[in-house]
């Protein structure tokens, strides 16, 4: 058993509450606290992205063995897909815990924010981890509660709003989702993912597998901001403090939502064709209609919420594609491109995103607006941001040679090879309006000349926000490499081979 | 807050004692019977409401008492998180390992560290929902001023 898998949840738990308590006493001192909790995951995290390889490392909870091959306890999981999702949230995060030093200043109750993150970070790496459904569903509230007080921080008019909406739909999908748990353990009698692929294996009731696939889709779905369940995510990622929405766009909604989805249906339920369809038809119509969306926003962090829905189309019907490829047992090697496209946008994403959020809130910071029409000629008085920003928009726009251009390229070919020509056409299209609705952003806040009277004294932002645009817009670059074969080999190739085989992560956990 | 009449007062007086106590019989009992930490913990909140609202509070005496009972849960939660890490270090080394010895089924003292996980959930649980109702009040009186 790999020692290192409970760290993940541990460590970030315990400094939530070690924050409060020494916030008492130690003051100032507490808010490198946090980042210092962050920096440890990222090299636990990095770590065991390098020596995971191929290997499926399982830590049973208290050391319960199962009984005649029928796992009793809590099992936690690590493998190809969830270290990379592991090293998502991890990076990410810190990167926003150290950018949060300086930009968090401005709100009250930083002990209270620092705690809350940590709690957040805690959540997504638990969720990641578990490998029990019934766990995915605790540490999904556990982060997912945290970041309702989180989008709430500035305690504004907007921000209760925002909030409160989220809580109404996050709750509605956190019914759903449990209400789908209760169906599923009533019928198959157990929790755990690979020993309930087993008992459905064995045989099932058609109508009940679909309502359950259905009700399962639609929670993780509304936490994953899908385009029918879409209409929280605006308004919260755009209302809270931006080190925040740059973790829910980031990390949040993939961590919670995306992962779950796709470690579900390839390896709790079986690949069906018609699921496969309806999720291919969801991800299509969110990249689209989400971009769209966003290009007529002038409000900078509701432009880029709205982007983040079409960007994880691209993810979810990419994976889509991959997953009907699968169904029909047809052209295995296409079905991976697909699928490696997916993974890899959803990296890039988490990547681009973040650093997008982390400029709006400098942006945010210096000039105290979100409008785009007030703002203008910044380019000059903050080089450093100005050219984080840019870096990013290319990337989200996919101009080579950034990353978001090669996943996007992997999407677009493996959809041609697929024969899906107007899925193809559709990417990039959107990826074309894209460009349009970031080359306005960067025009109206960089480039523009406006009669800005207090021009002269904006500065740039102080160094742990430009630490951490720069390590991002680095990231940005460097992300590209994956598209090599040696890279990919090592990175996505091990989380495409436990996706691809159905039966694979089921008879590797109940073997063992 | 005002507090309430001289009845209420002393019948309060009495029952919160016995209210308190049988929380903690819960919650020591939490591996033998039904109940526990969580059920445990939120009659023993209980008792502690009970008595505010019958005696009342002023304002700042109330946002220490908020400040106190979230540094109990803070520290419950840290042991509790202790008591599973120790797992780690002892026995077969495994996370949440319940490594004490395991005495006979039935007597208070057995089950390893169960009673002990039960206890500190216990204060956790009574800590977190007595912060929750001082939050609560505290924010009345905030808006009433």
Not at chain 1, 43 to 63: D, F, H, P, Q, R
Not at chain 1, 128 to 140: A, C, K, M, P
Not at chain 1, 289 to 299: E, S
């Amino acid at each position: 058993m790999n020692p290192l898998i409970p760290l993940f949840v541990v460590i970030p738990l315990a400094g939530a509450f070690l924050i409060m308590i020494l916030g008492r006493f130690i003051g100032e001192l507490n808010k490198y606290f946090a980042s210092l909790i962050l920096l440890v995951l990222v090299i636990l995290s990095i770590y065991s992205l390098a020596t995971t390889g191929e290997n499926l490392s399982l830590y049973k909870v208290g050391g319960w063995e199962p009984v005649n091959k029928i796992p009793i306890g809590i099992y936690m999981v690590m493998d190809g897909f969830t270290v990379i999702v592991l090293c998502i949230i991890n990076v990410i995060g810190f990167l926003s815990a150290f950018y949060s030093i300086s930009y968090i200043k401005r709100y009250t109750a930083e002990n209270y924010f620092y705690a809350l993150f940590c709690l957040m970070v805690a959540g997504m790496n638990g969720v990641v981890l578990s490998g029990d459904l019934f766990n995915i569903f605790v540490f999904l509230e556990i982060s997912v509660i945290s970041s309702y007080a989180l989008v709430a921080f500035g305690v504004e008019k907007n921000e209760l709003e925002a909030s409160f909406k989220y809580q109404v739909l996050g709750g509605l999908a956190s019914f759903l989702i449990l209400y789908g748990i209760g169906f599923i353990y009533w019928k198959t009698k157990t929790l755990n993912i690979a020993d309930i692929k087993e008992v459905f294996n064995a045989g099932y009731d058609k109508s009940y597998y679909l309502f359950v696939q259905i009700l399962m889709l639609s929670g993780f779905g509304l936490k994953a901001a899908i385009i029918p369940f879409h209409a929280w995510l605006p308004d919260a990622h755009s209302s809270a403090p931006s080190p925040i929405s740059a973790m829910l766009s980031g990390v949040l909604i993939k961590a919670v939502g995306i992962y779950v989805i796709i470690r579900l249906f390839f390896n709790m339920f079986a690949v069906s064709e018609g699921m496969s369809v309806l999720i291919t038809t969801l991800g299509t119509l969110s990249m689209v209609i989400g971009v769209f969306l966003a290009i007529g926003q002038w409000d900078i962090k509701r432009l880029l919420a709205y982007h983040s829905i079409s960007q994880m189309g691209y993810v979810v019907m990419s994976v889509g594609i991959g997953m009907i490829l699968v169904s029909r047992g047809a052209r295995p090697e296409i079905a991976s491109l697909a699928i490696a496209g997916g993974i890899f946008h959803l990296i890039n994403h988490a990547a681009f995103k973040g650093l997008l959020f982390l400029n709006a809130g400098a942006i945010e910071y210096t000039i105290g607006t979100r409008d785009l029409k007030e703002m203008g000629g910044l380019a000059k008085s903050m080089p450093a941001t100005s050219a984080t920003s840019f870096i990013a928009s290319m990337s989200i726009s996919g101009i080579p040679p950034f990353n978001g251009f090669f996943s996007k390229l992997i999407i677009i070919i493996a959809a041609i090879m697929a024969k899906f020509y107007l899925l193809a056409l559709l990417a990039v299209i959107v990826s074309i309006v894209t460009l349009a609705s970031f080359l306005k952003f960067q025009r109206y806040a960089f480039f523009n000349k406006t009669d800005n009277k207090n021009e002269n004294h904006i500065k740039e932002v102080p160094f742990p926000m430009v630490f951490s645009m720069v390590v991002l817009s680095i990231l940005c670059v460097l992300l590209s490499l994956l598209a090599f074969p040696e890279i990919r080999e090592a990175v996505l190739t091990p989380a495409i081979d436990i996706l691809m085989d159905p039966g694979k992560y089921s008879s590797q956990i109940t073997g063992i | 807050m005002k507090g309430m009449t001289l009845i209420v007062k002393k019948t309060t007086q009495l029952i919160a004692g016995m209210v308190f106590m049988y929380g903690i019989y819960i919650i020591v009992h939490g591996h033998l019977t039904p109940g526990g930490g969580f059920a445990g913990g939120v009659v023993i909140a209980g008792s502690f409401i009970l008595l505010i609202l019958a005696f009342g509070s002023d304002f700042l005496n109330l946002v220490k008492e908020e400040s106190g009972s979230t540094l109990y849960e803070n520290l419950a939660i840290l042991v509790v998180l202790f008591l599973a890490v120790s797992g780690l270090l002892f026995g077969t080394r495994v996370f949440f390992l319940n490594w004490f010895p395991k005495g006979t089924v039935g007597q208070l003292v057995s089950a390893g560290m169960l009673p002990l996980y039960n206890i500190f959930v216990g204060i956790e649980v009574a800590a977190s929902i007595l912060t929750i109702f001082l939050a609560l009040i505290i924010f009345k009186e905030e808006i009433s001023e």
